[in-house]
């Protein structure tokens, strides 16, 4: 009979902490901790967990699609400003109108073109994305990293505060800190929100990853050569949990911009009038009967962003996953 | 027994520690009961006189103990807002969640389940990579996504079902099943992926034990093995993740109760942050957190049960 866990450590989370695995479907961030680390895990390993011993690596067209797809969308919203795009604020006559040649998604209920709603939405969605995983990696990274290198008391003490992190449901934490922020709605507050939830996740995969190199006789060759702790960090340890971190931080970008989705339908987004995706969604839901495209349009081009980067971040990760050269 | 009284232990210390923290956060919330309750009416004599009611000028500690001696006597304070019993609004609206997380979970696994035993049993066939596509594509619906689409569907094209509103279980079950089927259906959706691979992996690896060549050996049919054999040992880790899902949704049902209106748990709570009305948040927080931890509990029971090498295994918490 096998050991539940014997070919993959995450499948039981609950046994390195009750609070492991703790989160809320509705932001998902909470999937980011060890529990889910491993589900990802499981949809990365589609391919290989039969044979095991894929010939040869490669990132294959699935990824090259998906990166493709990404990279356009990010270039739509990096070039905002100097597109041929009708303006996003000003209103219309054109009220509620289906998708058509001189408006690509419609408009929506004060006329406003959706299609530059999207792209200028993409830009405020995707800063925020980009902006709240930063941040929870510097700093989970370093919880992490330090918590994983040092040990001891110190260790207990972060993954203390990870723990306390983690038993709030995601939501729930991002509604507080924007509550915190009284109504300051801005990129920042929705950022910090955001990034907050995602430092407990970002910090236990550091740490467990930090935990096995500082194991691995490069590290033990550093130290008996007289290296001092912080090199060994910087220059030993750090090159190696970073490649996990980065897969990892794409789909943590996927599960941000879903997250931003989550405060929006509670009305804690971006205050408007700056348009989010999620915020256009959530503005358009009134409207399914007779004009489903306000919400559907922005919410298709949020799926397939987010699944974009749930596929790249995958190929990545299994890329770059030195257990399966064993 | 040493093993459950440990248990019990660490399940009391996490509670203290869940609801010291969760007082700390809303401490450093902006506005007050006192602010909310005189909110339109009143100046600062009423929240003066307000804050001399509850205490407000004490310090967060001894506020804490204060709080934690009511909840162990099972008194929750009272909305600052509407004055309801906090204890009263969890009893009304707890069972609304616990109802839409069984069914929720109950369709994602009778779905999940049988799926991921015909993966197993082909894997590498078509329907395989069918349904491993199909389930990571479910993964990647943001709930909300999915929400609007089934309104879509269903209460507005097809007429069938109502988009929002709840019917009490005790009232009429097969009612209140029916209000509860696309709420349940959107959280079950990327449950359902997470199990079936979960279970598909475990059986996969469960099928090259030795004791399994010795089935086929012995000549038993396919189905038998993967029933009688292969399906118990390989349940471990999908009860565990269950377990764990269940605890986390129980304050994860948040954003599905706010979309449909049901009056759940975690509506209840999102309410009570954006009112500044935060006895409520307190209570149902203790609930969340206390159904998380007894989850777990029950899940390292049964697996304690299942599995009689974890009773005695010494690493494990």
Same mark, same amino acid.
């Given at each position: 009979?096998?050991?539940?866990?014997?070919?993959?450590?995450?499948?039981?989370?609950?046994? *390195?902490?009750?609070?492991?695995?703790?989160?809320?479907?509705?932001?998902?961030?909470?999937?980011?901790?060890?529990?889910?680390?491993?589900? !990802?895990?499981?949809?990365?390993?589609?391919?290989?967990?039969?044979?095991?011993?894929?010939?040869?690596?490669?990132?294959?067209?699935?990824?090259?699609?998906?990166?493709?797809?990404?990279?356009?969308?990010?270039?739509?919203?990096?070039?905002?400003?100097?597109?041929?795009?009708? *303006?996003?604020?000003?209103?219309?006559?054109?009220?509620?109108?289906?998708?058509?040649?001189?408006?690509?998604?419609?408009?929506?209920?004060?006329?406003?073109?959706?299609? *530059?709603?999207?792209?200028?939405?993409?830009?405020?969605?995707?800063?925020?994305?980009?902006?709240?995983?930063?941040?929870?990696?510097?700093?989970?990274?370093?919880?992490?990293?330090?918590?994983?290198?040092?040990?001891?008391?110190?260790?207990? !003490?972060?993954?203390?505060?990870?723990?306390?992190?983690? *038993?709030?449901?995601?939501?729930?934490?991002?509604?507080?800190?924007?509550?915190?922020?009284?109504?300051?709605?801005?990129? !920042?507050?929705?950022?910090?929100?955001?990034?907050?939830?995602?430092?407990?996740?970002?910090?236990?995969?550091?740490?467990?990853?930090?935990?096995?190199?500082?194991?691995?006789?490069?590290?033990?060759?550093?130290?008996?050569?007289?290296?001092?702790?912080?090199?060994? /960090?910087?220059?030993?340890?750090?090159?190696?949990? /970073?490649?996990?971190?980065?897969?990892?931080?794409?789909?943590?970008?996927?599960?941000?911009?879903?997250?931003?989705?989550?405060?929006?339908?509670?009305?804690?987004?971006?205050?408007?009038?700056?348009?989010?995706?999620?915020?256009?969604?959530?503005?358009?839901?009134?409207?399914?009967?007779?004009?489903?495209?306000?919400?559907?349009?922005?919410?298709?081009?949020?799926?397939?962003?987010?699944?974009?980067?749930?596929?790249?971040?995958?190929?990545?990760?299994?890329?770059?996953?030195?257990?399966?050269?064993? | 027994?040493?093993?459950?009284?440990?248990?019990?232990?660490?399940?009391?210390?996490?509670?203290?520690?869940?609801?010291?923290?969760?007082?700390?956060?809303?401490?450093?919330?902006?506005?007050?009961?006192?602010?909310?309750?005189?909110?339109?009416?009143?100046?600062?004599?009423?929240?003066?006189?307000?804050?001399?009611?509850?205490?407000?000028?004490?310090?967060?500690?001894?506020? #804490?103990?204060?709080?934690?001696?009511?909840?162990?006597?099972?008194?929750?304070?009272?909305?600052?807002?509407?004055?309801?019993?906090?204890?009263?609004?969890?009893?009304?609206?707890?069972?609304?969640?616990?109802?839409?997380?069984?069914?929720?979970?109950?369709?994602?696994?009778?779905?999940?389940?049988?799926?991921?035993?015909?993966?197993?049993?082909?894997?590498?066939?078509?329907?395989?990579?069918?349904?491993?596509?199909?389930?990571?594509?479910?993964?990647?619906?943001?709930?909300?996504?999915?929400?609007?689409?089934?309104?879509?569907?269903?209460?507005?094209?097809?007429?069938?079902?109502?988009?929002?509103?709840?019917?009490?279980?005790?009232?009429?079950?097969?009612?209140?099943?029916?209000?509860?089927?696309?709420?349940?259906?959107?959280?079950?959706?990327?449950?359902?992926?997470?199990?079936?691979?979960?279970?598909?992996?475990?059986?996969?690896?469960?099928?090259?034990?030795?004791?399994?060549?010795?089935?086929?050996?012995?000549?038993?049919?396919?189905?038998?093995?993967?029933?009688?054999?292969?399906?118990?040992?390989?349940?471990?880790?999908?009860?565990?993740?269950?377990?764990?899902?269940?605890?986390?949704?129980?304050?994860?049902?948040?954003?599905?109760?706010?979309?449909?209106?049901?009056?759940?748990?975690?509506?209840?709570?999102?309410?009570?942050?954006?009112?500044?009305?935060?006895?409520?948040?307190?209570?149902?927080?203790?609930?969340?957190?206390?159904?998380?931890?007894?989850?777990?509990?029950?899940?390292?029971?049964? #697996?304690?049960?299942?599995?009689?090498?974890?009773?005695?295994?010494?690493?494990?918490?």
């Amino acid at each position: 009979m096998p050991v539940p866990s014997s070919d993959s450590p995450g499948v039981v989370p609950s046994k *390195s902490s009750i609070f492991a695995g703790s989160g809320d479907l509705a932001t998902e961030i909470g999937r980011m901790s060890d529990g889910s680390a491993h589900e !990802l895990n499981n949809l990365g390993a589609l391919d290989s967990d039969e044979d095991g011993r894929s010939a040869k690596k490669r990132l294959g067209p699935v990824f090259w699609v998906a990166a493709g797809w990404f990279i356009l969308v990010a270039l739509a919203a990096l070039l905002a400003p100097v597109l041929p795009l009708k *303006s996003y604020t000003a209103p219309s006559a054109f009220i509620r109108k289906p998708p058509s040649a001189q408006f690509w998604f419609g408009t929506d209920t004060i006329g406003r073109d959706i299609f *530059s709603r999207v792209v200028w939405g993409g830009r405020v969605s995707l800063a925020v994305a980009f902006a709240s995983i930063t941040f929870g990696v510097i700093v989970g990274g370093t919880i992490g990293i330090v918590s994983g290198y040092f040990r001891g008391r110190i260790e207990t !003490l972060l993954m203390g505060f990870c723990d306390v992190l983690l *038993s709030f449901p995601a939501l729930l934490l991002a509604l507080s800190i924007v509550a915190f922020r009284g109504d300051q709605r801005d990129l !920042l507050t929705i950022s910090l929100a955001i990034g907050v939830v995602s430092i407990a996740p970002v910090a236990r995969l550091v740490r467990a990853n930090t935990l096995v190199y500082s194991q691995r006789e490069f590290v033990t060759a550093a130290r008996s050569l007289g290296a001092r702790r912080g090199r060994i /960090i910087v220059k030993e340890i750090l090159p190696n949990v /970073i490649f996990p971190v980065l897969s990892f931080s794409i789909i943590a970008i996927g599960l941000a911009i879903v997250a931003e989705g989550g405060l929006a339908f509670l009305g804690q987004s971006v205050q408007p009038p700056t348009p989010t995706w999620g915020g256009m969604i959530s503005d358009g839901r009134n409207y399914l009967s007779n004009a489903p495209w306000i919400s559907l349009m922005p919410c298709l081009i949020l799926f397939l962003t987010v699944l974009a980067l749930n596929l790249a971040g995958d190929r990545i990760r299994e890329y770059f996953d030195i257990k399966d050269n064993d | 027994m040493r093993f459950v009284r440990k248990k019990l232990v660490q399940l009391l210390v996490v509670m203290l520690c869940v609801t010291f923290f969760s007082f700390l956060l809303l401490e450093l919330l902006p506005g007050d009961t006192a602010t909310t309750l005189c909110a339109g009416a009143g100046g600062t004599e009423c929240i003066e006189q307000k804050t001399a009611e509850f205490h407000l000028n004490d310090p967060m500690p001894v506020r #804490y103990v204060r709080w934690l001696g009511g909840v162990v006597t099972g008194d929750f304070g009272s909305s600052a807002r509407n004055a309801q019993p906090v204890s009263e609004a969890l009893k009304q609206r707890l069972p609304v969640t616990i109802e839409l997380l069984l069914y929720s979970q109950f369709l994602a696994l009778i779905i999940a389940v049988p799926v991921g035993l015909i993966a197993a049993q082909r894997s590498g066939s078509l329907f395989d990579r069918g349904s491993t596509g199909v389930l990571f594509l479910f993964l990647a619906i943001p709930n909300f996504m999915l929400a609007l689409v089934l309104i879509l569907i269903f209460p507005v094209r097809l007429k069938l079902l109502n988009a929002v509103g709840y019917t009490p279980f005790t009232e009429n079950p097969f009612k209140s099943l029916g209000s509860l089927l696309l709420p349940a259906i959107t959280l079950a959706a990327a449950e359902m992926a997470t199990y079936m691979r979960l279970l598909r992996t475990d059986l996969i690896a469960t099928m090259q034990e030795d004791y399994i060549t010795m089935a086929k050996a012995k000549g038993m049919s396919p189905r038998h093995i993967l029933l009688r054999h292969a399906f118990k040992p390989s349940s471990f880790s999908l009860i565990t993740v269950i377990g764990l899902n269940f605890g986390r949704l129980i304050g994860g049902t948040l954003l599905v109760e706010v979309i449909f209106s049901i009056n759940g748990l975690g509506k209840y709570t999102v309410d009570g942050i954006l009112g500044r009305d935060y006895i409520p948040v307190q209570g149902a927080i203790v609930v969340i957190a206390l159904g998380y931890v007894l989850v777990n509990f029950a899940v390292d029971m049964i #697996y304690a049960a299942l599995d009689p090498r974890i009773r005695h295994a010494r690493a494990l918490v």
